[in-house]
């Protein structure tokens, strides 16, 4: 079954549930979701959702829109768009950041982003993953993941002492390396904002 069947399909589903909903907001809420499957057709998107939705089945890191080596190229590529995008992720500098843009398009900001801080806590919740893979140095495992030729979302590897989250960003074709140790940025917010708390309680 091609894409564009199963947008019909899930269309169908949806029009038959809408007739059960019980009260105005739910049929609306059923509305929404059906035009937005319409919007991804209509916008010439089918494979691009399709290509979204098996990041989302292999439990991917949140998927990003666009890579960039430093900051100023971020907001110079920003500032360009006609119709810039709000609330999808870049990367700058394989660090992500969100952008947030007002309704006018007047305002264009690009804020860092913890997605990924949160999907390696994730996947270190019931310990360390198992590495695929075991390099002494960050070029050696340059050089392996640069020679894939299809590599899978996300790969866990080890590099010296510590695991790596190979990502392969297949919708920008780019390819990235992040140190679980990201994960102790989240642990330190958390913290600081225990503190705080404490602080204003005494």
């Given at each position: 079954?091609t894409?564009?069947d199963?947008?019909?399909?899930a269309?169908k589903?949806?029009?038959k549930?809408?007739k059960?909903?019980?009260?105005?907001e739910?049929?609306e809420?059923y509305?929404?979701?059906?035009?937005?499957l319409?919007?991804v057709?209509?916008?010439?998107q089918?494979?691009e959702?399709?290509?979204?939705?098996k990041?989302?089945?292999?439990k991917?890191p949140?998927?990003?829109?666009?890579?960039?080596?430093?900051?100023?190229e971020?907001?110079?590529?920003l500032?360009a768009q006609?119709e810039?995008p709000?609330l999808a992720?870049v990367?700058?500098?394989?660090?992500y950041?969100?952008?947030?843009?007002?309704?006018?398009?007047s305002?264009r900001l690009l804020v860092p982003d913890?997605?990924?801080?949160?999907?390696?806590?994730?996947?270190?919740?019931?310990?360390?993953?198992p590495a695929?893979?075991?390099?002494?140095?960050?070029e050696?495992a340059d050089?392996?993941?640069g020679?894939?030729t299809?590599p899978p979302?996300?790969?866990v590897?080890q590099?010296?002492?510590e695991?790596y989250?190979?990502?392969f960003?297949?919708n920008?074709?780019?390819?990235a390396?992040?140190?679980?140790?990201?994960?102790?940025?989240?642990h330190?917010r958390?913290k600081?904002r225990?503190?705080e708390?404490?602080e204003e309680g005494e």
């Amino acid at each position: 079954m091609t894409i564009f069947d199963r947008i019909t399909e899930a269309q169908k589903l949806l029009g038959k549930d809408r007739k059960q909903a019980q009260t105005p907001e739910e049929k609306e809420l059923y509305l929404l979701a059906i035009d937005a499957l319409w919007f991804v057709w209509m916008n010439g998107q089918s494979y691009e959702f399709e290509s979204y939705r098996k990041d989302v089945e292999s439990k991917a890191p949140p998927r990003v829109i666009a890579s960039f080596n430093t900051r100023d190229e971020a907001e110079a590529w920003l500032g360009a768009q006609p119709e810039p995008p709000d609330l999808a992720d870049v990367l700058i500098a394989d660090e992500y950041h969100v952008i947030m843009s007002s309704r006018d398009r007047s305002r264009r900001l690009l804020v860092p982003d913890s997605g990924l801080e949160y999907h390696i806590e994730e996947m270190t919740k019931d310990g360390l993953p198992p590495a695929v893979a075991t390099f002494n140095t960050r070029e050696e495992a340059d050089a392996w993941f640069g020679s894939q030729t299809a590599p899978p979302a996300q790969t866990v590897i080890q590099i010296g002492g510590e695991r790596y989250l190979a990502v392969f960003y297949r919708n920008i074709n780019h390819r990235a390396l992040f140190p679980f140790s990201v994960v102790e940025r989240l642990h330190a917010r958390r913290k600081r904002r225990e503190q705080e708390g404490t602080e204003e309680g005494e």
